[in-house]
Nanobody
Framework: QVHLVESGGGLVQAGGSLSLSCAAA????????MGWYRQAPGKQRDLVAT???????NYADSVKGRFTISRDNAKNTVYLQMNSLKVEDTAVYYC?????????WGQGTQVTVSS
């Protein structure tokens, strides 16, 4: 199995920045997709950004130009740099790894953006 450990959530003022990290432990195939999803209270879990092991990225329209996903394949770690944060970015952010038709999820980390 794969265990994902997230860090970096917190409280930030609108317009500020936060960085999230997610490290994958366990056996993982080196060809995979890692990314971030988020879920606000009363809302479904939605894609934020993903990156394949080959470097192909995908972003939700709502975060394009503000968030940047990156990864260190040697460390099995994915990052999310969040800039120009908005109140509507407030959610629990979940790390995800898709490898060989299996989804793995981190524990979630709270990001709260205040006015």
């Amino acid at each position: 199995q794969v265990h994902l450990v997230e860090s970096g959530g917190g409280l930030v003022q609108a317009g500020g920045s936060l960085s999230l990290s997610c490290a994958a432990a366990g056996s993982i195939f080196d060809i995979n997709t890692m990314g971030w999803y988020r879920q606000a209270p009363g809302k479904q879990r939605d894609l934020v950004a993903t990156m394949t092991s080959g470097g192909i990225t995908n972003y939700a329209d709502s975060v394009k130009g503000r968030f940047t996903i990156s990864r260190d394949n040697a460390k099995n770690t994915v990052y999310l740099q969040m800039n120009s944060l908005k109140v509507e970015d407030t959610a629990v952010y979940y790390c995800n790894v898709l490898v060989y038709a299996h989804d793995y999820w981190g524990q979630g980390t709270q990001v709260t953006v205040s006015s």
